[in-house]
T-cell receptor, first 112, second 114 residues
Framework: DQQVKQNSPSLSVQEGRISILNCDYT??????FLWYKKYPAEGPTFLIS?????DKNEDGRFTVFLNKSAKHLSLHIVPSQPGDSAVYFC???????????FGQGTILTVHP | GAGVSQSPSNKVTEKGKDVELRCDPI?????LYWYRQSLGQGLEFLIY????????KSGLPSDRFSAERTGGSVSTLTIQRTQQEDSAVYLC????????????FGPGTRLTVT
């Protein structure tokens, strides 16, 4: 039973355009959500997080949107850069601490 | 500043042998986590330490797996009698603890059981 799902295994975007990565969850107890970026042979790098009391959080080129009623979150990257090419994972937890449940990841490729 | 460090970076072992993986968390982080990523899979939670509280061991796949955290800092994950299905990248993460769940990951230990 996969509680966090990233249904797109891959996404290809042109440099300068917007990248939109999507994530759905099934567990209504989740109330804290995070996005991570991962390069090959490295550990995941924290990008941005959002608490369930918000519907949007922005940090530079990265914005996370949360739709609790739809149990859906998305990560927007604007403008996309070739260095953004990596695997992106969404993760969720039931509290502001404790274990994270990860999605399967989406491979983002940004073409120059 | 120093991030999470893990050692060794790679470990090849024979089936049936025991292995120990080490994690040094970020200084001042009270919470420490172990995850693993098998080939083609997402990250799977193993165990979580928070301060002096009893660890959450709910993700450990079998009793061959154990972990300890000494002095509230360094942690060791031990796998006894390794099996081929234990082959994975083992990732350690730390966070400030309750109220802030941004977890910062180390580079991982790639374990190969032959």
């Amino acid at each position: 039973d996969q509680q966090v799902k990233q249904n797109s295994p891959s996404l290809s975007v042109q440099e300068g355009r917007i990248s939109i990565l999507n994530c759905d969850y099934t567990n209504s107890m989740f109330d804290y959500f995070l996005w991570y970026k991962k390069y090959p042979a490295e550990g995941p790098t924290f990008l941005i997080s959002i608490s369930s009391i918000k519907d949007k959080n922005e940090d530079g080129r990265f914005t996370v949107f949360l739709n609790k009623s739809a149990k859906h979150l998305s990560l927007h990257i604007v403008p996309s850069q070739p260095g953004d090419s990596a695997v992106y994972f969404c993760a969720a937890s039931g509290t502001s601490y404790g274990k994270l449940t990860f999605g399967q990841g989406t491979i983002l490729t940004v073409h120059p | 500043g120093a991030g999470v460090s893990q050692s060794p970076s790679n470990k090849v072992t024979e089936k049936g042998k025991d292995v120990e993986l080490r994690c040094d968390p970020i200084s001042g982080h009270t919470a420490l986590y172990w995850y693993r990523q098998s080939l083609g899979q997402g990250l799977e939670f193993l165990i979580y330490f928070q301060g002096n509280s009893a660890p959450d061991k709910s993700g450990l796949p079998s009793d061959r797996f154990s972990a300890e955290r000494t002095g509230g800092s360094v942690s060791t994950l031990t796998i006894q009698r390794t099996q081929q299905e234990d082959s994975a990248v083992y990732l350690c993460a730390s966070s400030l603890g309750r109220g802030r769940n941004e977890q910062y990951f180390g580079p991982g230990t790639r374990l190969t059981v032959t």
